[in-house]
């Protein structure tokens, strides 16, 4: 069974980067596509970006924030989103779609 | 990028009834590449159905998914308590992978 845990700073404070980890358990990280997911409060999902080995695909409406990230070494997806705004402030989760979904980490963009 | 139309908004039902949610795809989903989850508050979204019609892994069989192309649709035989929440439907056949804006399933 593959277990997703995302983990990374709760607060970010506006123009700064957001890095999340999300680490997988389970299996190997190059048998799976990898997506970073969010949720603004009271929201849709919102589909940010995939990895699957070297090959990625963005959200055109986030593609120039976003870099997406894996280290096989420690089983682990990163993302980056720069120049953060209050409406990035969103649960994010890490998922293999459709099937494994981290439990999500709420993100708050505030000074 | 393809837009996922769920209706109704809500759907206010008493445990024992018959549940059917819909949602329509502004372009076709590329090979049914679809599926349906379940959220409660709190929570992490739970896949229910994947490609249209397959029953996630220890889904209950009063789970449906059916449909193709642009139509879709998720009907639940007979709710049970833990049936109430919010459920998304998502394609992921086209990039970018969207969702639905939700169909709120609360007690009657």
């Known amino acids: 069974q593959v277990h997703l845990q995302e983990s990374g700073p709760g607060l970010v404070k506006p123009s700064e980067t957001l890095s999340l980890t999300c680490s997988v358990s389970?299996?190997?990280?190059?048998?799976?596509?990898w997506s970073w997911v969010r949720q603004p409060p009271g929201e849709r999902l919102e589909w940010i970006a995939y990895i699957y080995n070297s090959r990625t695909d963005f959200n055109p409406s986030l593609k120039s924030r976003v870099t997406i990230s894996v280290d096989t070494s420690k089983n682990q997806i990163s993302l980056r989103l720069t120049s953060v705004t209050a409406a990035d402030t969103a649960v994010y989760y890490c998922a293999s779609i459709p099937q494994y979904w981290g439990q999500g980490t709420l993100v708050t963009v505030s000074s | 990028e393809i837009v996922l139309t769920q209706s109704p908004g809500t759907l206010s039902l008493s445990p024992g009834e018959r549940a059917t949610l819909y949602c329509r795809a502004s372009q076709s989903v590329y090979k049914n590449y679809f599926a349906w989850y379940l959220q409660k508050l709190g929570q992490a979204p739970r896949l229910l159905i994947h490609g249209a019609s397959s029953r996630a892994t220890g889904i209950a069989d009063r789970f449906t998914g059916s449909g193709s192309g642009t139509d879709f649709t998720l009907t639940i035989s007979r709710l049970e308590p833990e049936d109430f929440g919010v459920y998304y439907c998502?394609?992921?056949?086209?990039?970018?992978?969207?969702f639905g804006g939700g169909t709120k399933v609360e007690i009657k």
């Open positions: 389970g299996d190997s990280i190059s048998n799976h596509y």
């Open positions: 998502q394609q992921y056949g086209s990039s970018p992978v969207t």
